[in-house]
């Protein structure tokens, strides 16, 4: 018995999916049209895209990175100078830290805020002064 028929048998769907190439193979012209449409396909993408980039304009190199991170911002108009001081300035409680007695809501306005926090805010105006000021500044 042939092996051909009983691969026929066994496996029909690769047969079919053999057809079409069987059929190609047949004709030299077919082989030849068959070699020109693969070609153009794998030779359209990169023309396109080189058609793409024809009209953009050369902009030179790119600039120097480490020039650019190196730029000194003098201390007069410099923000962390002042957030560096008021972090200086600034008192912690480490009581209310550690366990809290009431629980505090970070987002109550001043009115409704609990007496800790007042507290707290009032012996740190100063460090909240000076980081007011820092915030004035537009460079850090």
Same mark, same amino acid.
């Given at each position: 018995?042939?092996?051909? !028929?009983?691969?026929?048998?066994?496996?029909?769907?690769?047969?079919?999916?053999?057809?079409?190439?069987?059929?190609?193979?047949?004709?030299?012209?077919?082989?030849?049209? +068959?070699?020109?449409?693969?070609?153009?396909?794998?030779?359209?993408?990169?023309?396109?895209?080189?058609?793409?980039?024809?009209?953009? !304009?050369?902009?030179?190199?790119?600039?120097?990175?480490?020039?650019?991170?190196?730029?000194?911002?003098?201390?007069?108009?410099?923000?962390?100078?002042?957030?560096?001081? +008021?972090?200086?300035?600034?008192?912690?409680? !480490?009581?209310?830290?550690?366990?809290?007695?009431?629980?505090?809501?970070?987002?109550?306005?001043?009115?409704?805020?609990?007496?800790?926090?007042?507290?707290?805010?009032?012996?740190?105006?100063?460090?909240?002064?000076?980081?007011?000021?820092?915030?004035?500044?537009?460079?850090?």
């Amino acid at each position: 018995m042939p092996l051909t !028929p009983a691969l026929r048998r066994g496996f029909p769907t690769l047969v079919l999916l053999g057809a079409p190439f069987r059929w190609i193979a047949r004709s030299r012209r077919r082989r030849w049209i +068959a070699a020109l449409v693969f070609l153009a396909l794998v030779a359209t993408p990169p023309a396109w895209w080189m058609l793409q980039l024809t009209g953009l !304009p050369d902009v030179g190199d790119p600039f120097d990175v480490a020039a650019f991170r190196s730029a000194t911002i003098p201390d007069d108009r410099n923000a962390f100078v002042l957030y560096k001081q +008021a972090a200086e300035l600034l008192k912690w409680n !480490p009581e209310y830290l550690a366990k809290p007695s009431v629980k505090a809501d970070r987002l109550a306005r001043w009115p409704a805020a609990v007496p800790e926090v007042r507290r707290w805010l009032e012996d740190n105006r100063q460090a909240l002064d000076v980081y007011r000021q820092g915030a004035e500044r537009a460079d850090a």
